[in-house]
């Protein structure tokens, strides 16, 4: 899929899905034809039918995905019972049927019903060694079909995919089938074969990343794409990408070229990466964080740099009583939407030194001055970051995207308020001041789940980290536990879009690449696992582990 690509015209769009819902009918009445399906009775229940297997979940209502309208199978009688797929994560619905399941063959290929699931059918042709063969409306052995059914109010990332007779049909959403080809795919690698039933299966979570700092740790492109690649099979959908900092500037840049780091990726190398995310469903969110972590700008005009009333500059923190402040950064979030055309922009706003003093007017009265000078005498340093934000995301949200900001970027008691569409990105109840996360629920605002006691791989472990467990993640932390270890009420839970793990490179020799990608493996699988289904897993951490091993 390219998220950029054009639909044909709805009629069109509707004349292609008659045809394939046509060739599906017949998928079926073959098989009615050569008696492998079977019922008992007048009633038309299915013989040795059994009830949808569905994985546990925390959702008050307990229902079924809204895939699970599709109809279920009918079992043949001369196989067991089918159980459910395992699979990372765990699918959510199963209905088990009798038959032989569908493993690839030589000759075998994969068929859809629309042009745009055109790279999800290659993709997962070449991964299971099968022919792609493009739009059909026949029906041969073996068949793999995608198709498209965007059913008005449904999930948009969920699917239903159906085994039997010798087939697999995935439906769904565009990106929901792209999701059914991962669970056929982790079927077919973890046991050779996708077990006969219908698979219905939706995330509860809409929100699922990884979060890269590349700023202070560069990583190879190579890396970087094979973390993509890890992040689909995943079903993940957001890779962040935290590319300015006070250590390093790491994106080729056209309108500031003085500010970009020596190793650092060309624009070319971004759209690569960018594309290639594309094609697995997930959007690349940048983050150039303002006013502090600004060191690498700041490095290339010192006369931006925030000096106290003692004369010591406040490391990385831009002085934003300037007015050139604000034009350099605009320049880089105007410069940057165009590199990364996504839905979602992270603005940062995190530890801005002025605000982390014990007496921020006294210390910076320049400052001070300035927030006098634009909020009048009542006017606070809080204000002037507060309207430093929320013209920043003036600027982005000109280029239409979603707005982001960490948690302690949104001040107490100030007169200026934060722009009421910005999500609040909950990392750390640490920071002077610090604010529960229900202070910010209460005030109706998205909350994303980025909390540092699971969520936070801190490179060297400094000022007190650990490096999270995937046993921890998946024993004692869901969406909902958004500081400590402590859940927000469930009435919440429609705020929490979903959450990320974190990768941060403080002290960035820690470890290599490899290192890396070795450590956050499990805790990926883990936190993947609670977004898409909070409730308590079925499996234990070792089985959990072990099917970890298995799928590869």
């Known amino acids: 899929m390219s998220q950029h690509r054009r639909r044909a ?6 004349q292609r899905r008659g045809i394939v819902a046509a060739a599906f009918a017949g998928t079926v009445a073959l098989g009615v034809g050569l008696g492998v399906w079977a019922s008992s009775g007048d009633s038309g229940t299915p013989t040795g039918s059994a009830a949808t297997t569905r994985q546990p979940s925390d959702t008050k209502s307990g229902a079924a995905p809204a895939a699970s309208r599709a109809p279920s199978p009918s079992p043949t009688r001369s196989y067991p019972l089918s159980t459910a797929p395992r699979t990372i994560p765990a699918v959510r619905a199963h209905t088990p049927a009798r038959g032989p399941g569908w493993k690839p063959a030589r000759g075998e290929r994969v068929v859809v019903s629309d042009p745009e699931l055109a790279d999800e059918g290659r993709l997962i042709a070449g ?26 109010g449904a ?23 792209f999701y059914g080809t991962r669970t056929l795919k982790q079927e077919v690698h973890g046991g050779g074969t996708a077990p006969e039933g219908v698979v219905r ?29 890890e992040l689909g099979d995943l079903k993940f959908n957001q890779l962040g990408l935290h590319f300015s900092d006070d250590q390093g500037f790491r994106i080729e840049s056209s309108t500031h ?18 594309d290639l995310a594309a094609s697995r469903h997930i959007t690349v969110v940048p983050e150039i964080d303002s006013p502090g972590h600004l060191g690498a700008v700041l ?31 605009d320049d880089l979030l105007d410069e940057y939407a165009d590199v990364f055309p996504g839905g979602t922009w992270h603005l940062g706003g ?19 001055a300035a927030a006098r000078d634009a909020y009048g005498s009542g006017g606070t340093i809080a204000d002037l970051a507060t309207g430093w934000l929320n013209d920043r995301a003036d600027t982005v949200r000109a280029h239409d995207r979603t707005l982001l900001a960490w948690n302690d970027g949104f001040f107490r008691n100030t007169s200026v308020q934060p722009a009421k569409d910005l999500q609040v990105g909950y990392w750390t109840g640490k920071e002077i001041g610090a604010r529960p996360p229900v202070d910010y629920l209460k005030a109706g605002r998205k909350v994303l789940n980025y909390n540092d006691k699971y969520l936070y791989y801190v490179l060297g472990q400094p000022n007190q980290f650990v490096y999270p467990t995937g046993q921890r993640i998946y024993e004692e932390w869901t969406p909902r536990v958004l500081r400590g270890s402590t859940a927000v009420p469930a009435s919440y839970d429609a705020q929490i879009p979903g959450g990320s793990f974190a990768v941060w490179g403080d002290l960035p020799n820690s470890q290599t690449q490899a290192q890396v990608a070795a450590g956050i493996r499990m805790p990926l699988r883990a936190t993947v696992q609670k977004l898409w289904n909070p409730g308590k897993p079925s499996l234990t951490w070792a089985q959990f ?8």
Do not use: C, F
Request: aromatic share 4%; glycine share 8%; charged share 30%.
């Open 350 to 368: 995190d530890e801005y030194v002025a605000l982390m003093a014990s007496n921020p007017e006294a210390s910076y009265p320049q400052l001070a």
């Open 155 to 177: 999930n948009p990332e969920s699917y239903t995919m159906t085994v039997r007779g010798g087939h697999v049909v995935i439906s769904g959403p565009e990106a929901g089938v």
């Open 201 to 229: 299966d939706e995330p509860a979570k809409p929100v699922r990343g990884l979060m890269l700092d590349i700023a202070r740790k560069p990583y190879s492109v190579a890396w970087l794409e094979d973390r993509v690649r």
């Open 299 to 329: 490095a290339a005009h010192p006369d931006l740099k925030l000096y106290s009333a003692r004369g010591n500059v406040a490391r990385g923190a831009i002085d934003i009583s300037k007015d050139k402040a604000a034009s350099i950064v």
């Open 9 to 14: 015209p709805a009629k069109k769009i509707r």
């Open 545 to 552: 582990r072990a099917l970890a091993d298995r799928l590869g």
């Open 127 to 152: 991964e299971l060694g099968l022919a792609y063969g493009g739009e059909s409306g026949d029906v041969r052995p073996g068949d793999v079909r995608l198709a498209l059914n965007d059913d008005e």
């Open 257 to 274: 070229p003085e500010i970009v780091s020596k190793d650092h990726l060309t624009k070319a190398q971004v759209k690569r990466i960018v």
